[in-house]
Structure formats: structure tokens, C-alpha cells
């Protein structure tokens, strides 16, 4: 008896962030269905400032991202559309190992877009494993042509210049790693994803 009570409660926990999200997004679902918005011409959606342009406490990576609160360092309120992350830009016509920012900030249960491109002249292995795992995967957007998904992707591969769109929902908060497969310290192309309450 003890066996089952314990498995009922590890299912009760592991559903439990996805029954919060899916009740949140209730209301949404329905104005969602009569606006037939299925974001792929998201116009007016808040844009996500950088890392640099927030109010990020000194030392705050040394603290849980759930202590860390998204309206006192500057994130836009959580809005039933899908918020638009600033462009995370892989290489440079004159830097191959270029990055145009390493930290982002997201709020958890909010909607977002994000353009990830490659403009170097090499390949590009976009690995963030934690992160893809701890997000709802809405669908992934390579040239107007949608993947959806069942569950988070091992990486993005840039073989040539170009722009993925990634689009999710965070479901809690936590910190998470980026970075480019196969690159040295000196190179290194990588940074931190942390989603706050």
C-alpha cells in the first residue's frame, strides 16, 4: 500500500507545474481560438530587454532564480501573447565566435518568441539542455516551415546563416546554461537562461 500511495503522489507532483500552466492559460485558450492567433505575425508584443538593460542585483548568480523577482528587475508583466525575446545573434561577418548578448532573463508561466541566427562563417551546435527540458516546446519556425514537438530538442544546428525561431512557455523558475558544442575557453560562445517568478 505504501508503494502505490508513493507512486500516486510522485504523478501528482510531476503533473503539477503543467495543470498550474494549462489553468492559467484557460482564459487564453478561448480568445486565443476566436482571434485565430497562432503567433506566427505577433505584432505590439512586448520585446524582452537584455540582461544589460535590467536591474540585475550584484552577486544575484549566487542566489536561486526564484528568489529573484521579474517586476522588481524590469521584465515585462506576463501577458496572455507571446513576448518577443531579444534576438540572440551567433557569430559575425568579421568574428566567427561573436555572441551579441550571453544572458537572458524570462519570466515563468509567460509565452515567449525567440530568433536564434547564425551570421559567422562556421557551424553552430546551439545546446541548452536544461533549459529545452524545463519549457513547454511550442513549436520550432526554420524558414516558415513549423516542427512540433513532443518533447525538448537534443540542439539547433546552424549549417549555413540563417534564423530559428524558437517558440515556448516557461513553466518554472531555474537557471539554466547555453552554449556552442566544440568550442575552447577562449572561443567559448555560452551563457545562462534564468527564469523568474
Not at 510531476?14 to 485558450?29: E, L, S, W
Not at 507571446?82 to 565566435?97: E, H, K, M, N, Y
Not at 541566427?117 to 546551439?126: D, T
Request: without cysteine.
Amino acid at each position: 500500500m505504501k508503494r502505490i500511495w508513493l507512486l500516486l503522489m510522485a504523478a501528482i507532483l510531476a503533473f503539477a507545474p503543467i495543470t498550474v500552466v494549462a489553468a492559467q492559460d484557460a482564459g487564453a485558450a478561448g480568445e486565443a481560438a476566436a482571434n485565430n492567433d497562432d503567433d506566427d505575425d505577433a505584432t505590439g508584443a512586448a520585446m524582452v530587454p537584455t540582461a544589460a538593460d535590467l536591474t540585475i542585483p550584484k552577486g544575484s548568480e549566487l542566489m536561486p532564480a526564484s528568489a529573484l523577482n521579474g517586476d522588481q528587475i524590469g521584465l515585462p508583466p506576463v501577458s496572455l501573447s507571446s513576448q518577443i525575446v531579444t534576438p540572440l545573434v551567433l557569430g559575425a561577418p568579421d568574428s566567427a565566435f561573436a555572441v551579441s548578448h550571453t544572458d537572458i532573463y524570462l519570466r515563468a508561466n509567460q509565452a515567449y518568441r525567440w530568433d536564434i541566427a547564425s551570421e559567422g562563417g562556421l557551424e553552430y551546435k546551439f545546446h541548452a539542455p536544461g533549459f529545452f527540458r524545463n519549457v513547454w516546446m511550442n513549436q520550432i519556425v526554420i524558414s516558415d516551415l513549423e516542427v512540433h514537438m513532443a518533447g525538448p530538442p537534443a540542439w539547433l544546428e546552424f549549417d549555413a546563416a540563417g534564423v530559428i525561431t524558437v517558440q515556448f512557455q516557461t513553466t518554472r523558475p531555474g537557471r539554466y546554461d547555453w552554449y556552442v558544442e566544440g568550442l575552447d575557453e577562449e572561443q567559448g560562445m555560452k551563457g545562462t537562461i534564468t527564469i523568474v517568478p
